[in-house]
């Protein structure tokens, strides 16, 4: 047997034991994915095998942190794709503004950045006290860190950038202070945002939302895997309430595709028929 099928064979191995043991459930990840980010671990593991790794990865929730910080995709930036945020804050608030209280999910918010950036628009835009966010992952120890609000303080310069691009109305630093070479987000943000674990692929829905934000995650997902969430996304959405995944994702072909329909253009921003009760 040639040695990639054998790692192949490890991997299959691995995932089946981690979802017995830690029930996180990586069988309709994309193969492609899982297996690039598995052996990436891998090499810098210092295991001989990935046999090896197993035993230790499954009696030791710390080695299975490791395993899960290489498997899990936690990139993520204040105000990514700006002309996205620019679209959300000209054609989704209006939307929102009419509401007494509005109730957001970010589903995959990894370290936090995008939901920050979220809570910041929302607050420009007049909905301060109006408004609760959920932030979700499946990652513990990405989420401490989303909760805690403290990023490198050189990224400030690229953030702020972003900001403005997106139509910021004010300074950006005024959301932040300044400590050694840290930004601490200000804790009336902080405050705004529930930061909970999340399981996509297992876990179920977070009751009635206005606005769903879950971008640059289906990429990763199996098909199957894309309609359950999608259909999760569908359950949670009242009639007239937003979706917004990645620039590289879209409704085309799902199963929920006919009860939505695209805001703006290539935005990947979409709004749920109020027929939709009547559609099931």
């Known amino acids: ?76 930036e204040m105000f990514r794709d700006p002309a996205f945020f620019k679209a959300l804050r000209e054609h989704v608030v209006p939307h929102l503004k009419t509401y007494p209280f509005v109730k957001v999910w970010h589903a995959g918010c990894a370290s936090g950045e995008e939901a920050y950036s979220l809570a910041i628009l929302l607050e420009e835009e007049g909905l301060k006290g109006r408004f609760r966010m959920y932030a979700t992952d499946i990652n513990d120890e990405v989420l401490q860190n989303a909760r805690d609000g403290i990023f490198p303080l050189k990224e400030m310069q690229r953030y702020t950038r972003n900001y ?42 977070f009751g009635e939302m206005h606005l769903i934000l879950c971008r640059n995650v289906l990429i990763y997902f199996k098909p199957a895997l894309k309609e359950r969430v999608l259909g999760l996304f569908d359950t949670c959405l009242m009639p007239g309430a937003f979706l917004c995944l990645g620039l590289k994702e879209a409704l085309s072909g799902r199963g929920i595709e006919a009860r939505y329909a695209e805001m703006v253009p290539r935005m990947r921003i979409y709004r749920k028929s109020y027929g939709q009760e009547q559609q099931r």
């Open 164 to 205: 403005q691009l997106s139509g910021g109305m004010g300074a950006f630093s005024d959301y932040y202070s300044a400590r050694y070479d840290y930004a601490i987000m200000m804790k009336s943000l902080r405050d705004r945002i529930v930061f909970a674990s999340h399981n996509l692929a297992v876990d179920s829905d």
């Open 1 to 76: 047997m040639e040695p990639e099928e054998l790692f192949d064979i490890e991997i299959r191995l691995l995932l089946t034991g981690i979802r017995q043991v830690y029930g996180y459930d990586f069988t309709d990840y994309s193969e492609a994915s899982i297996r690039r980010r598995i052996a990436q671990w891998f090499v810098s593991s210092g295991y001989p095998s990935l046999s090896a790794a197993q035993g230790a990865v499954l009696r030791d929730r710390e080695v299975f942190g490791s395993l899960l910080r290489g498997i899990t995709v936690n990139v993520s």
